[in-house]
Nanobody
Framework: QVQLVESGGGLVQPGGSLRLSCAASGSFFNIRDMGWYRRAPGKERELVASVTRGGVTKYADSVKGRFTVSRHNAENTVSLQMDILKPEDTAVYYC???????????????WGQGTQVTVSS
């Protein structure tokens, strides 16, 4: 089992910055992709950014150039630096991680509890 604990959400004015962090703990062999999703009121959950164990990143078009995802493999953490925030970035942000409990087992997706990000003046 893998537990993901997020921190860093809050209220920020448009144009401001926030940094989200997520730490994975528990019993696992390997963590593959880590990333962040978000769900805005009345909308579907969407991928914000992800990063592979090797450091390859992927971003939603709406956040490219404003958000930066990074991870620390040895510490099993992933972070999301969000700059130039816009009201449309308001959502609950969820940390995700694909982990294997053993080398021969499949990758299972795990989720954090979510952290609220509100961008408003």
């Amino acid at each position: 089992q893998v537990q993901l604990v997020e921190s860093g959400g809050g209220l920020v004015q448009p144009g401001g910055s926030l940094r989200l962090s997520c730490a994975a703990s528990g019993s696992f062999f390997n963590i593959r992709d880590m990333g962040w999703y978000r769900r805005a009121p009345g909308k579907e959950r969407e991928l914000v950014a992800s990063v592979t164990r090797g450091g390859v990143t992927k971003y939603a078009d709406s956040v490219k150039g404003r958000f930066t995802v990074s991870r620390h493999n040895a510490e099993n953490t992933v972070s999301l630096q969000m700059d130039i925030l816009k009201p449309e970035d308001t959502a609950v942000y969820y940390c995700s991680a694909g982990a294997q409990r053993a080398m021969w087992e499949p990758v299972i997706d795990y989720w954090g509890q979510g952290t609220q990000v509100t961008v408003s003046s």
